[in-house]
């Protein structure tokens, strides 16, 4: 089992729907979630950090975290073409230390 | 723009030959990790420095071996290149803490090739 899971997708979705990304993760003591998008040949790029338990929004993101379920989501609200790109899932089980990421799940957002 | 910035951005070696990569991290940030992206997968964890000391290591042989210095940038080595070494490398700052929730910016990364 891989320490952090995504599906690789392509997820097609149609410009102004939602995008919906899960992640799971397999270490409990797992403390800060991180959502990066990657466009093709660049690097990764933070969209978002969640720490505890709920909902976090930032404009049209939104990230979900149930430590109980170990599961990270993040919904893209009024998606865009722009929008199009690997959307990566990292996972910090220690202060510091290191990030651990999903394969990252690619979006295709269709006009 | 994080602020990060790496060299070189592109680089082709053959196997058997040594590479040195380079990054600056942001300023105020004092800890510096490396990731290897290969191709359709995720970044893997190579290692942190944190005042010029190795703090954490991933699954990658001894001859995957960095430095940083004390303006916090760092180095990544490789020595004795595989064609596997062929991969996207990045660099990421941050602030040490110890609340657990410490951010992570990217530079732009290092494409290497090894033929």
């Known amino acids: 089992q891989k320490e952090v899971e995504q599906n690789s997708g392509p997820l097609s979705v149609p410009e102004g729907a939602i995008a919906s990304l899960n992640c799971t993760y397999s270490?409990?003591?797992?403390?800060?979630f991180f959502w990066y998008r990657q466009y093709s040949g660049k690097s990764p790029e933070l969209i978002m950090s969640i720490y505890s338990n709920g909902d976090k929004e930032d404009g049209r993101f939104t990230a979900q975290l149930n430590k109980a379920s170990q599961y990270v989501s993040l919904l893209i609200r009024d998606s865009q073409p722009s929008d199009s790109a690997t959307y990566l899932c990292a996972v910090n089980k220690a202060a510091g230390n290191k990030l651990t990421f999903g394969g990252g799940t690619r979006v295709l957002v269709k006009p | 723009e994080t602020g990060v910035t790496q060299s070189p951005t592109h680089l082709i070696k053959t196997r058997g030959q040594q590479v040195t990569l380079r990054c600056s991290s942001q300023?105020?940030?004092?800890?510096v990790s490396w990731y290897q992206q290969a191709l359709g997968q995720g970044p893997q964890f190579i290692f942190q420095?944190?005042?010029?000391?190795?703090?954490g290591r991933g699954n990658f042989p001894p001859r995957f071996s960095g430095l940083q210095f004390p303006n916090y940038s760092s180095e990544l080595n490789v020595n004795a290149l595989e064609l596997d070494d062929s991969a996207l490398y990045l660099c990421a700052s941050s602030l040490a803490g110890t609340s657990g929730t410490e951010t992570q910016y990217f530079g732009p990364g290092t494409r290497l090739l090894v033929l």
């Open positions: 270490d409990r003591v797992s403390q800060s």
């Open positions: 300023s105020g940030h004092n800890t």
């Open positions: 420095y944190y005042r010029e000391e190795e703090n």
